[in-house]
């Protein structure tokens, strides 16, 4: 439900992309980051990275690992799958699998190799990120056509 939800909100976002370019990112920035720490702090758990990867993780934040790993689990996950680091909590790659098993039966997009966290994203908002890479990727296709 999450994901549809996501889906949709996405779409949205999309196709208001050019009024949220005339306001500006840079102004929009605080209170979108406001809302998503709000909203997926409490669906997810998030911890604002600016750089969201929860679809390519079953809607496991990676940014709950002590090590911040992310892209699989360090090898030391206890063998009833709680956190080498902190035996109370589970291992949110041993979440992450079991959430994208769910999610997608016969795509693993956990298996796609992420990059390492950008620090200077900490904090903002990892909606408007995505936008903005959404747009740099389409004016590269229409840029590749001409
Ligand atoms: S066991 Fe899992 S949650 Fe704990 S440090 Fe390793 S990868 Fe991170």
Same mark, same amino acid.
């Given at each position: 439900?999450?994901?549809?939800?996501?889906?949709?909100?996405?779409? $949205? %976002?999309?196709?208001?992309?050019?009024?949220?370019?005339?306001? *500006? +990112?840079?102004k =929009?920035?605080? &209170?979108?980051?406001?809302?998503?720490?709000?909203?997926?702090?409490? $669906? %997810?758990?998030?911890?604002?990275?600016?750089?969201?990867?929860? *679809? +390519?993780?079953? =809607?496991?934040? &990676?940014?709950?690992?002590p090590?911040?790993m992310?892209?699989?689990?360090?090898?030391?996950?206890?063998?009833?799958?709680?956190?080498?680091?902190?035996?109370?909590?589970?291992?949110?790659?041993?979440?992450?699998?079991?959430?994208?098993?769910?999610?997608?039966?016969?795509?693993?997009?956990?298996?796609?190799?992420?990059?390492?966290?950008?620090?200077?994203?900490l904090?903002?908002?990892?909606?408007?990120?995505?936008?903005?890479?959404?747009?740099?990727?389409?004016s590269?296709?229409?840029?590749?056509?001409?």
């Amino acid at each position: 439900m999450l994901e549809k939800l996501y889906s949709r909100f996405e779409w $949205l %976002l999309v196709k208001a992309d050019p009024v949220l370019q005339k306001i *500006g +990112y840079e102004k =929009l920035d605080r &209170p979108f980051a406001g809302v998503e720490k709000v909203t997926k702090g409490f $669906l %997810l758990d998030s911890q604002s990275c600016g750089q969201c990867i929860v *679809g +390519y993780t079953g =809607l496991s934040c &990676p940014m709950n690992c002590p090590k911040k790993m992310r892209n699989g689990p360090c090898g030391g996950v206890r063998p009833d799958g709680r956190c080498e680091v902190d035996p109370e909590m589970d291992c949110v790659w041993v979440q992450a699998w079991e959430g994208n098993k769910r999610l997608h039966a016969n795509n693993y997009p956990i298996q796609i190799v992420q990059p390492p966290v950008d620090n200077r994203l900490l904090g903002h908002s990892a909606w408007l990120h995505e936008l903005q890479k959404k747009r740099q990727t389409i004016s590269g296709l229409n840029d590749d056509a001409v």
